[in-house]
């Protein structure tokens, strides 16, 4: 397939669009994402062409609108509901939790959700505590919401065409510090599977595991440990926490014998922990050492850029997990 | 800092023996008091404390081996309290760390310290405890993948060493372990082993010797991916260890073997008749265990207790096969006359070759000769063959202009042979010295009668 190199920003928009144009039941709604374009300008340009029906301005009232677009997707339509951030998502948890979750289970499978609600996840930019939240956990553990979290520029457009097509609920985390980042995404319908993890570096010594920037990150540890410590990491991106890809980490600690999770959310029931549970549950005869979880700091996101710093997983914590797990010495 | 380490004294010290403690617990000291004596491989000194308070805690006592950065002793300072620690000074590795450079392991300490407070994990890892003992309780521990691997394996994990946290065997250990063939579960070791290794001495582990990272097979049409055999295996296996751990040096002599050549033409006319054909190499090997007598320590064996010097010359000829090398001994070979030497030499070559050697043929040799003239070698170095201390490299005889004593210019026949010898028992002046005397014997052939 052709492929052409575009920001995160423009392949989302182009998976909507996509969509848009092979659905008309696909809507796009959410607070200043018509005629102002969008705080993000993901949905920039679109009300110009397709209309106030198709790009839909709301109040600032997410429970409301999330409320409008549950039941808009109960009779048929595809809604995408833009949180501005996924901090205000809270206002509508209630929407989300307790009936987007839950209806067509209620209903014993004769209404479908089929509802995308999108927005940027996690920190890294400065917005302090309030508008700091890495929410994968929080709406992963409810049964009835798929959840993604996507860090590339073609699977953003790819998982985003998964998910306006999936009949069920999916939240979907985008890498909000991330929408200017460039890479190499396929022309035309390239929707990619949930439930699959992406294999984004190959190694054979241990496996960082992580999903959304924090990929990047250990992208960038894998780097090191080759070059100072001539170590081979293996790194995968989770992508899909709900549901999530068991397989791909147990062939892969199968395979090194160490494991490092990295999230950038705290570390208490978070991703990562559940990434060590389901490892030692499956992969525990080819263990050479516990599970490594790499985590936020234990406090409100600060403000202050090197406060901030300090509160998320840095290349040097990650890269000492690895030699921990390697019986290694940290450096 | 409070506690008290074993200091650093030089590159080489790894490891200081506690002789005696100059203090009691409870004693009040200042900064600068001599504490302890300790001594190193190279001397004994005094240590002197670094803080004053009272000496609250003794780590180590008295006639211990403590490695470099391990703590000895507490000094408590005001309002400190005095840690609690397992017995036998447990954290002394984790502290020490792989740092080779002095005043590294102090910095350390100090950062693990800080870290303590904000990241329990880290400070769990850290704890680590070089507490070689993982099996106090009458268990081990064991990583899962070493379990696993010494189930497929059938190794008995109680003779593997661990290097992990509280002695935890980790996956290196255990495939170290393989490498060298030991750790096996009883029953597996020995007979498993191929002739060449059955003489193998106990090697010290070779914990974090990690192989550089290769490349992945080309696989083309033009390649072939060759599995080395068995006997290759532990060729290579007892080569790199002994090029690793045997600090090697080199004495080569040029010998004139016109003496030599004129005397086994003459002996070989003789014994025609007998159907018998001296070698150049069986009046070699005679010569260089001829030459040992006054050299015993190249004649010698390492062994769990040192090296042991023997009086009768077990000589362990190299013999190529097809499949690798063999080295079958041609025993007490100084006392034996050059016929039965060459009797005795081709008939081990020749069964060497048909695989029909039996182990006490093979085993026991106390120094080796290789001799690889046959293929016009004009002069090579050999790897000494473990536990011996030493092997004679023999290269080809040429054919070269010399200078007689009246300077004219005569043909000579030149043959190159080099020593290769184990610096742990002999040194250079002996090696310089026995090579001489080889060459003396074999250019005056008839010290070969002697």
């Known amino acids: 397939m052709a492929a052409e190199t575009k920001t995160y920003r423009e392949a989302l928009r182009e998976a909507m669009v996509h969509e848009m144009e092979r659905d008309e ?164 319908d390239n929707a990619v599977p949930f439930g699959k993890a992406r294999i984004a570096c190959e190694g054979d010594d241990v496996t960082l595991i992580a999903y959304g920037r924090q990929v990047n990150l250990c992208l960038r540890v894998a780097d090191t440990l080759e070059e100072e410590d001539g170590v081979s990491a293996e790194v995968i991106d989770l992508r899909s926490i709900r549901p999530f890809d068991e397989d791909a980490i147990v062939a892969s600690v199968e395979k090194t014998h160490r494991a490092v999770a990295v999230q950038e959310q705290w570390r208490w029931f978070g991703v990562a922990s559940e990434v060590a549970a389901i490892i030692q549950d499956r992969a525990f005869d080819y263990l050479d050492a516990p599970v490594e979880r790499v985590s936020g700091a234990e406090v409100p996101a600060p403000y202050a850029r090197n406060l901030e710093l300090a509160a998320f997983p840095s290349d040097k914590q990650v890269a000492n997990a690895a030699r921990r797990v390697l019986y290694m010495e940290e450096k | 800092m409070p506690e008290v380490f074993m200091p650093k004294m030089g590159d080489a010290m790894e490891e200081g023996t506690l002789l005696k403690w100059l203090v009691s617990e409870g004693d009040e000291v200042s900064e600068g008091d001599p504490i302890a004596e300790i001594e190193t491989d190279k001397a004994s000194m005094e240590i002197e404390a670094e803080d004053s308070g009272t000496f609250a805690q003794i780590i180590a006592q008295e006639g211990d081996d403590i490695p470099v950065g391990g703590a000895i002793a507490f000094i408590q300072g005001e309002g400190e309290e005095v840690p609690e620690r397992q017995e036998g000074g447990g954290e002394a590795e984790a502290e020490e760390g792989g740092d080779e450079s002095g005043g590294e392991a102090a910095t350390a300490t100090a950062e693990q310290d800080e870290e303590q407070e904000g990241d329990e994990e880290e400070a769990g890892a850290a704890e680590a405890g070089g507490q070689a003992d993982g099996r106090a309780d009458g268990h081990f521990r064991a990583s899962p993948i070493v379990k696993r691997l010494a189930a497929e394996n059938e190794l008995d994990l109680s003779k593997v060493e661990g290097s992990g946290p509280q002695g935890r065997i980790v996956e290196r250990d255990v495939r170290a372990a393989m490498e060298r063939g030991d750790g096996q579960a009883d029953g597996q070791a020995g007979e498993a082993e191929a002739p060449a290794a059955a003489e193998e001495p106990q090697q010290a582990p070779q914990v974090g010797l990690q192989p550089a990272r290769l490349p992945e097979p080309v696989e083309g049409p033009d390649t072939e991916l060759v599995e080395p055999t068995r006997m290759q295996r532990v060729i290579g296996e007892r080569m790199t260890e002994a090029k690793q751990h045997i600090p090697h040096f080199y004495a080569t002599v040029e010998v004139r073997m016109n003496e030599t050549m004129a005397l086994r033409k003459q002996l070989n006319e003789q014994l025609e008749a007998e159907d018998l054909k001296l070698s150049v190499n069986d009046f070699v090997m005679k010569a260089c265990a001829v030459a040992l007598r006054s050299y015993p320590n190249l004649n010698a064996i390492q062994t769990t207790q040192g090296f042991e010097l023997h009086d009768k010359v077990d000589m362990a000829m190299a013999v190529a096969l097809d499949a690798g090398l063999i080295t079958p001994v041609i025993r007490d070979i100084a006392s034996k006359g050059l016929a039965a030497i060459s009797r005795e030499s081709k008939d081990l070559a020749a069964r060497a070759r048909d695989g029909k050697l039996q182990p006490d043929e093979y085993q026991g040799g106390t120094i080796t000769v290789s001799n690889m003239g046959m293929f016009g070698i004009e002069s090579f170095t050999a790897i000494v063959n473990p536990p011996q201390a030493a092997i004679i490299a023999v290269s080809s005889i040429a054919r070269h202009p010399a200078y007689d004593e009246n300077d004219e210019v005569v043909p000579a026949s030149m043959m190159k042979l080099t020593l290769s010898a184990d610096h742990r028992i002999a040194n250079g002046r002996d090696g310089a010295l026995y090579m001489a005397e080889v060459k003396r014997v074999l250019e005056n052939p008839v010290l070969l009668m002697v």
């Open chain 1, 25 to 188: 039941n696909v809507v796009l709604m959410g607070e200043d994402i018509g005629v102002y374009g969008g705080t993000h300008l993901i949905t920039d340009g679109l009300i110009d062409d397709w209309g106030p029906k198709r790009v839909m301005d709301t109040p600032i009232s997410e429970n409301g609108f999330t409320g409008a677009a549950v039941g808009m997707a109960m009779m048929g339509m595809r809604p995408i509901v833009e949180m501005m951030t996924w901090n205000f998502s809270f206002l509508a948890a209630d929407q989300i939790i307790q009936h987007a979750a839950k209806l067509r289970y209620f209903s014993g499978g004769q209404v479908q959700i089929p509802l995308v609600i999108r927005g940027p996840n996690g920190g890294g930019v400065q917005l302090s505590a309030q508008h700091t939240h890495s929410l994968e956990n929080f709406y992963g553990h409810f049964p009835g919401l798929k959840v993604v979290a996507p860090v590339t520029p073609n699977d953003v457009k790819g998982m985003m065409i998964t998910a306006v097509r999936d009949p069920n609920p999916v939240i979907f985390l985008e890498a909000g510090a991330l929408y200017g980042t460039k890479g190499e995404v396929e022309d035309g």
